[in-house]
């Protein structure tokens, strides 16, 4: 009996998570796993009526779970970073998911916004380190609002927290059995701290694998090359901030942040599964969101928990519906509601 927290949090994240949901029902039927979900209400409307983000004792409720299924954190009414901190980063934070596995897949060709790419082309992951770098908080003002302002924001990376994501990297490499080729990605030419050490984790972990093709390429040209080549990508390695920005590049190029989902991973403990973008407020309530990025995030939930060949016939499923039936990705313009994707997807299960 596998337990799931489910957050589905802000805006439009509760009607996408629901849609998910739908989706594993049907797959615990169909491959006949059993599960439970308890619900929790972290999010922008609690907080703004209890001034409550996540307390320690969340923290040690949600450990209690075998992984954690989450909709979007953010809402308009509240200070920008109250509760992406307070909420979002405390969890992968707290619950040391020092990994961000985001699959970048393109399952329709008409979907992709760069001219002549294949599915074939687009078909990489980026492992992005998720509890270190600029995301730790480290910094400060120094005469705070004086014309001779100075602030900081440190970018903090162990030499443990980034070996145990360069070797996660070459596990998930070898293990996705494609073209075994890891791609560190970083700023070597300016960032000479963080990089240096990031290199060298990289090159003396890579004497562990042989068997992986190894490369290195620089943040800024990582970016064109999503553009121009993204079929040279089989795995990328990165830090915490160039993963959050090269993922929402990628989720563009595999067809918008509609498809995009993503995993916030602890080997060792509590994962969670979220789609991708944000919580969407202009379109929360509305029946109109797409609902296939928290699919996806359900997949990957499943597999996680052991359920391989549940995930699959999810993956499956979505990609036969947006080859088939979806006339775009896009909130609103699917040519179907959130609530008619999801049943699609189960009916295709
Ligand atoms: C993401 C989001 C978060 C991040 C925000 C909401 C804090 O953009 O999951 O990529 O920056 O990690
Ligand atoms: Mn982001």
Known sequence: MYKIA??????????????????????????????????????????????????????????????????????????PGIL???????????????????PIKLYNSAFCPLKDKKESDVDFVVVRENSEGLYKGMG???????????????????????ERCVRYAFEYTRRRNKRKTLTLCGKTNVLTFAWDLWQRAFNEVAKEYPDIKTNYAHVDATAMWFVK???????????????????????????????????????????????????????????????LAAICAGAMLLEQLGEVKAAKAIEDSVIKIVKTKLKSLAAGKMGYSTTEVGDLVVKNL
């Open 140 to 162: 400060e003002f120094k005469d705070k609002g004086t014309k001779d302002e100075v602030a900081t924001q440190i970018s903090y990376n162990t030499r443990k927290g980034v």
């Open 229 to 291: 080549n993204p079929e040279w990508f089989d795995v990328i390695v990165t830090d915490n901030m160039f993963g959050d920005i090269i993922t929402d590049l990628g989720a563009m190029v595999q067809g918008g942040m509609g498809i995009a989902a993503g995993g916030n991973l602890n080997p060792e403990g509590v994962s969670m599964f979220e789609p991708i973008g944000g919580s969407a407020p202009k379109y929360t309530g509305k029946n109109v969101i797409n609902p």
């Open 84 to 102: 992406e901190q307070g909420i979002l980063l405390k969890l992968r934070f707290s619950l040391d998911q020092y990994i961000n596995l985001r």
């Open 6 to 79: 489910v957050i589905g949090g802000d805006g439009t994240g509760p009607e996408v998570v629901k849609e998910g949901l739908k989706v594993i029902e049907a797959a615990s039927k169909k491959f006949g796993f059993k599960y439970e979900t308890k619900d929790f209400d972290f999010n922008g409307e609690r907080y703004m009526k209890t001034g409550k983000t996540l307390e320690d004792n969340d923290i040690a409720e949600l450990k209690k779970f075998n992984v954690i299924y989450l909709g979007a954190i953010g809402h308009p009414d509240v200070k």
